[in-house]
């Protein structure tokens, strides 16, 4: 079956300027999640959401960075006035989100890079 | 921080058993041990989660000790494709969430 899809794949953008990141999750699977990951570096947590909400935001950077996912599928990730900083590979993940399980399905991930 | 500590890299040669070691000295009592593969230029993949003692799935073995401060991965038989980074993670069982530390670079050799 399909698996975690993320658009786009590449995202070059000038300092200051506003950006969307597309995740579209497994089908079924609840729980969606955003990481970024800097060369070298694990993936860094950024939100967690179990259906439409925000379970968890505690990795949000600071207030530039925002994320939805309204109908509790599709999820955007949004990063306003952004920063030579902000460049990395955004990851995004799903699964079931039942108990005990830590096995996330992982998307290919967003190249951004702030100019 | 990460809850957890691995060798930055290792080498080995085709056709090998490999075994990584990861600590995780503070492992609470609801926490679970999980292990991700990552190719470049890819997300990190699933492949193996355990609690304690072992636990065997068609890609890898997870060892866990009775203390549980200590677990070691073992993929058998290694070809030139399992060369990827590979990373323990310790996953909080009150709120799911995974700590990612650096990994473990494994390069297999011919």
């Known amino acids: 079956g399909a698996g975690v899809s993320q658009t786009p794949s590449n995202k070059v953008t000038e300092k200051g300027k506003y950006v969307e990141l597309r995740c579209d999750p497994i089908s079924g699977h609840t729980a969606l999640y955003w990481y970024r990951q800097s060369l070298g570096q694990g993936p860094e947590f950024l939100i967690y959401?179990?259906?439409?909400?925000?379970?968890?935001d505690s990795g949000l950077p600071n207030d530039r960075f925002f994320a939805v996912r309204p109908e509790g599928s599709v999820s955007t990730l949004k990063i306003q006035r952004t920063e030579r900083g902000d460049s990395a590979v955004y990851l995004c993940a799903s699964s079931f989100g039942g108990r005990d399980s830590y096995e996330q399905y992982f998307g290919p991930g967003t190249r951004l890079t702030v100019t | 921080l990460a809850k957890t500590t691995q060798p930055i890299s290792m080498d080995s040669y085709e056709g090998q058993e490999v075994n990584i070691t990861c600590s995780h000295n503070n492992i609470a009592t609801n926490d679970y041990i999980t292990w991700y593969q990552q190719f470049p230029s890819q997300g990190p993949r699933f492949i193996i989660q355990g609690y304690k003692t072992k636990v065997t799935n068609e890609v890898a073995s997870l060892f866990i000790p009775a203390d549980r401060k200590s677990s070691t991965l073992s993929l058998p038989r290694v070809s030139l494709s399992d060369t990827a980074v590979y990373y323990c993670l310790v996953g909080d069982n009150s709120n799911y969430q995974l700590i990612w530390g650096a990994g473990t670079k494994l390069i297999i050799k011919p």
């Open positions: 959401f179990q259906g439409t909400g925000a379970a968890d």
